[in-house]
């Protein structure tokens, strides 16, 4: 049987309008031009045949999700997962890839469903089964499934499992499963495929490998058509295959592993992510528009701590301007409110002239130590005190400079409590952005939900940020964007000790990473794109807010229906819901689930404002306190002289090592 080139699996969408039809034939047109390899495969029906028996198992149960992507209605791709009982943790990495990815689960039981699943009513697009599962099926079974994937009925994947048996897999000539228990080596993902691999295209990542692992290798002498995506090499050189694609007929077919492999970057958030990278991109890939998703792009360097005088310290505004422009990227500069009156006219005149490369946020209130830190040392009506101080303090700031602050709080020294979340959100705070996304106090491991959303929503629906520091592994910039994610990186002045150029390759390894298509914006900015958005059968968009606050641009040629959910828990203290300057302030969340029509090129802006908490006394801006006078004015001598020569920063670093940074350093 040869080989059907240059086809994406077709999607069926029966019982959709004919304008539905007609966008679908166009997508696979463009999808058309996606290659995905010349393999030269035999039959399948003799590949998936030979060297089988039938086998009796009904001492496993196996149990199937069909997935339809809708709200109201099936979506146009279906998908099945077929999956032994017994393995527990790869049905946690499934049901969360399905949840991020926006699919509902349902079990079946037997492969006569499946087969009416795809044979009668509602054809699927897409199959996930273990190859326990297949090589239990009959005969005449794995003829059927074979047709349905020759005839691109549906795309295949096909998981060799963990707590299945090793050896010679029987339904694929060449193909052997084994356990290993290597403890170390590099993540590869193929040069080829970046249709599916995407971003992360090339690259080579250290891992740690956990215990036991499956793995698979191909024999070289079968031509089976196999190319794998991603293996692991450990450090004697060995390849052990983890993911794979072959091409079958019109369809495409899929190998995979769930090893027990960890990032080894240092990097907390993404430790876990090889462990789900084959079934979200299978899903990613396959399930195309109908998968939720975020098609912008943005990025942004936040500068902590400075006012605007020039130079503060390392940082000279005029320097760093002419590299923005020759580098192409936006700054923030996290200014602490205590702050809000010193600025120079020569700076807010640079800032109010150039507000597509210059922007403010918030970066705490006083900057003392960890003011919004551990409640024994500052109470929570301390710290709710210090937010609404600070917004006050920044609001005087606006007023006296013209220049608006973005309402995000970074605050100093890493995240604030949970419960201080609550008073930032009570206070229509946009988001807070910190080098952790566990509230102090919060314990991990970091769950799969806060690795593949954007955003973390579970802290009282606050949207809680990560940011980097620009010296990270440039795998963590991939893998960012592989996951749709914000790309946000955060210095101090002392970056820029030697030339104000020091960001300007981050910036453009970006740039180049993205084909160009990146925007660096302010915060604010990256906020209003925190939402996720999916085709529906209806050529129209769901919209899945992430932020009390987002823009949305139809960027289609004709008019396109938006239909929008708010994601943020506590939806019953909103106080009133502004979709383009018109306000609402009865039956919201009713008004906000309206279709929404948006003509070619037009925007919407959908805000929600809640309400505030009772008896808040007005606050004053006014500064006290001698130990903070004293923590800004060491912070400033530091920053602002002795960070400036190599003497300086010779001091500062013993008076680190002995005050221990991380815990007892006074200077803020």
């Given at each position: 049987?040869?080989?059907?080139?240059?086809?994406?699996?077709?999607?069926?969408?029966?019982?959709?309008?004919?304008?539905?039809?007609?966008?679908?034939?166009?997508?696979?047109?463009?999808?058309?031009?996606?290659?995905?390899?010349?393999?030269?495969?035999?039959?399948?029906?003799?590949?998936?045949?030979?060297?089988?028996?039938?086998?009796?198992?009904?001492?496993?149960?196996?149990?199937?999700?069909?997935?339809?992507?809708?709200?109201?209605?099936?979506?146009?791709?279906?998908?099945?997962?077929?999956?032994?009982?017994?393995?527990?943790?790869?049905?946690?990495?499934?049901?969360?890839?399905?949840?991020?990815?926006?699919?509902?689960?349902?079990?079946?039981?037997?492969?006569?469903?499946?087969?009416?699943?795809?044979?009668?009513?509602?054809?699927?697009?897409?199959?996930?089964?273990?190859?326990?599962?297949?090589?239990?099926?009959?005969?005449?079974?794995?003829?059927?499934?074979?047709?349905?994937?020759?005839?691109?009925?549906?795309?295949?994947?096909?998981?060799?499992?963990?707590?299945?048996?090793?050896?010679?897999?029987?339904?694929?000539?060449?193909?052997?499963?084994?356990?290993?228990?290597?403890?170390?080596?590099?993540?590869?993902?193929?040069?080829?495929?970046?249709?599916?691999?995407?971003?992360?295209?090339?690259?080579?990542?250290?891992?740690?490998?956990?215990?036991?692992?499956?793995?698979?290798?191909?024999?070289?002498?079968?031509?089976?058509?196999?190319?794998?995506?991603?293996?692991?090499?450990?450090?004697?050189?060995?390849?052990?295959?983890?993911?794979?694609?072959?091409?079958?007929?019109?369809?495409?077919?899929?190998?995979?592993?769930?090893?027990?492999?960890?990032?080894?970057?240092?990097?907390?958030?993404?430790?876990?992510?090889?462990?789900?990278?084959?079934?979200?991109?299978?899903?990613?890939?396959?399930?195309?528009?109908?998968?939720?998703?975020?098609?912008?792009?943005?990025?942004?360097?936040?500068?902590?701590?400075?006012?605007?005088?020039?130079?503060?310290?390392?940082?000279?505004?005029?320097?760093?301007?002419?590299?923005?422009?020759?580098?192409?990227?936006?700054?923030?500069?996290?200014?602490?409110?205590?702050?809000?009156?010193?600025?120079?006219?020569?700076?807010?005149?640079?800032?109010?002239?150039?507000?597509?490369?210059?922007?403010?946020?918030?970066?705490?209130?006083?900057?003392?130590?960890?003011?919004?830190?551990?409640?024994?040392?500052?109470?929570?009506?301390?710290?709710?005190?210090?937010?609404?101080?600070?917004?006050?303090?920044?609001?005087?700031?606006?007023?006296?400079?013209?220049?608006?602050?973005?309402?995000?709080?970074?605050?100093?020294?890493?995240?604030?409590?949970?419960?201080?979340?609550?008073?930032?959100?009570?206070?229509?705070?946009?988001?807070?952005?910190?080098?952790?996304?566990?509230?102090?106090?919060?314990?991990?491991?970091?769950?799969?939900?806060?690795?593949?959303?954007?955003?973390?929503?579970?802290?009282?629906?606050?949207?809680?940020?990560?940011?980097?520091?620009?010296?990270?592994?440039?795998?963590?910039?991939?893998?960012?964007?592989?996951?749709?994610?914000?790309?946000?990186?955060?210095?101090?002045?002392?970056?820029?000790?030697?030339?104000?150029?020091?960001?300007?390759?981050?910036?453009?390894?970006?740039?180049?990473?993205?084909?160009?298509?990146?925007?660096?914006?302010?915060?604010?900015?990256?906020?209003?794109?925190?939402?996720?958005?999916?085709?529906?059968?209806?050529?129209?968009?769901?919209?899945?807010?992430?932020?009390?606050?987002?823009?949305?641009?139809?960027?289609?040629?004709?008019?396109?229906?938006?239909?929008?959910k708010e994601s943020l828990s506590g939806s019953e203290n909103i106080e009133k819901l502004i979709i383009n300057?018109?306000?609402?302030?009865?039956?919201?969340?009713?008004?906000?689930?309206?279709?929404?029509?948006?003509?070619?090129?037009?925007?919407?802006?959908?805000?929600?404002?809640y309400k505030q908490p009772p008896d808040q006394t007005k606050v004053s801006i006014e500064r006290t306190g001698?130990?903070?006078?004293?923590?800004?004015?060491?912070?400033?001598?530091?920053?602002?002289?002795?960070?400036?020569?190599?003497?300086?920063?010779?001091?500062?670093?013993?008076?680190?090592?002995?005050?221990?940074?991380?815990?007892?350093?006074?200077?803020?």
């Amino acid at each position: 049987m040869s080989t059907a080139k240059n086809k994406f699996p077709r999607l069926f969408f029966s019982r959709f309008r004919s304008k539905v039809q007609v966008i679908c034939i166009e997508v696979r047109k463009w999808c058309s031009t996606k290659v995905v390899g010349k393999a030269r495969i035999g039959s399948v029906g003799n590949m998936i045949s030979q060297g089988l028996s039938r086998r009796v198992f009904s001492s496993v149960v196996i149990y199937a999700f069909i997935t339809f992507l809708s709200l109201t209605d099936c979506y146009g791709i279906q998908t099945y997962i077929a999956w032994p009982a017994i393995d527990s943790d790869s049905q946690l990495i499934i049901q969360s890839v399905s949840k991020h990815l926006g699919v509902d689960p349902e079990y079946v039981t037997t492969f006569r469903q499946l087969e009416d699943s795809w044979g009668k009513k509602r054809p699927p697009s897409l199959m996930l089964l273990t190859d326990t599962f297949v090589s239990a099926l009959r005969s005449t079974e794995k003829q059927e499934l074979n047709d349905a994937l020759t005839n691109a009925k549906i795309d295949l994947m096909v998981v060799l499992d963990n707590s299945g048996p090793k050896g010679s897999v029987d339904f694929l000539e060449g193909l052997t499963k084994y356990k290993s228990r290597t403890t170390r080596g590099v993540l590869k993902f193929s040069a080829q495929h970046p249709e599916i691999l995407k971003e992360l295209v090339g690259m080579e990542i250290p891992v740690t490998v956990e215990g036991e692992s499956t793995f698979f290798n191909v024999a070289p002498q079968t031509n089976s058509g196999i190319e794998p995506l991603i293996w692991l090499q450990d450090p004697d050189g060995a390849r052990h295959i983890i993911m794979a694609i072959m091409r079958v007929g019109k369809g495409r077919f899929y190998l995979t592993t769930f090893p027990k492999c960890k990032i080894a970057n240092g990097n907390e958030t993404f430790r876990d992510l090889p462990q789900v990278l084959p079934i979200l991109m299978f899903l990613k890939q396959e399930g195309g528009e109908f998968c939720w998703q975020r098609k912008t792009i943005l990025a942004n360097l936040t500068i902590d701590d400075p006012w605007l005088v020039e130079p503060y310290g390392n940082l000279s505004y005029r320097g760093l301007l002419e590299q923005m422009e020759r580098a192409n990227f936006h700054t923030t500069i996290a200014l602490i409110p205590w702050n809000y009156d010193r600025s120079k006219k020569e700076v807010v005149d640079l800032f109010l002239k150039h507000p597509e490369r210059y922007s403010i946020t918030f970066h705490g209130n006083n900057h003392d130590r960890r003011e919004f830190g551990d409640y024994r040392h500052h109470s929570f009506n301390t710290q709710e005190t210090g937010i609404r101080q600070a917004i006050a303090r920044m609001a005087e700031f606006t007023r006296l400079t013209a220049i608006p602050a973005s309402k995000v709080m970074i605050f100093p020294h890493n995240i604030a409590p949970q419960e201080t979340l609550l008073a930032l959100k009570q206070s229509n705070f946009f988001a807070t952005i910190n080098s952790r996304i566990l509230p102090l106090g919060n314990r991990g491991p970091i769950d799969t939900d806060a690795m593949l959303e954007p955003v973390t929503l579970k802290y009282f629906g606050i949207p809680v940020i990560q940011r980097f520091n620009p010296r990270v592994d440039r795998s963590i910039i991939n893998i960012l964007l592989f996951l749709q994610k914000p790309l946000l990186f955060y210095t101090h002045q002392d970056y820029f000790n030697k030339n104000m150029g020091a960001f300007n390759e981050v910036a453009q390894y970006v740039n180049e990473r993205t084909g160009n298509r990146v925007r660096w914006v302010n915060l604010k900015e990256v906020c209003e794109s925190l939402y996720m958005e999916r085709l529906r059968p209806d050529g129209g968009y769901d919209i899945r807010m992430m932020a009390r606050s987002i823009s949305v641009k139809n960027p289609t040629t004709t008019t396109v229906s938006y239909h929008v959910k708010e994601s943020l828990s506590g939806s019953e203290n909103i106080e009133k819901l502004i979709i383009n300057g018109d306000t609402f302030r009865i039956n919201v969340e009713s008004e906000l689930s309206k279709p929404k029509a948006l003509r070619s090129g037009e925007r919407m802006g959908i805000e929600l404002v809640y309400k505030q908490p009772p008896d808040q006394t007005k606050v004053s801006i006014e500064r006290t306190g001698f130990r903070n006078y004293l923590i800004r004015w060491l912070s400033e001598v530091r920053d602002r002289y002795l960070s400036t020569s190599e003497v300086g920063r010779k001091v500062i670093a013993l008076i680190n090592s002995i005050l221990h940074r991380s815990q007892e350093n006074l200077i803020g």
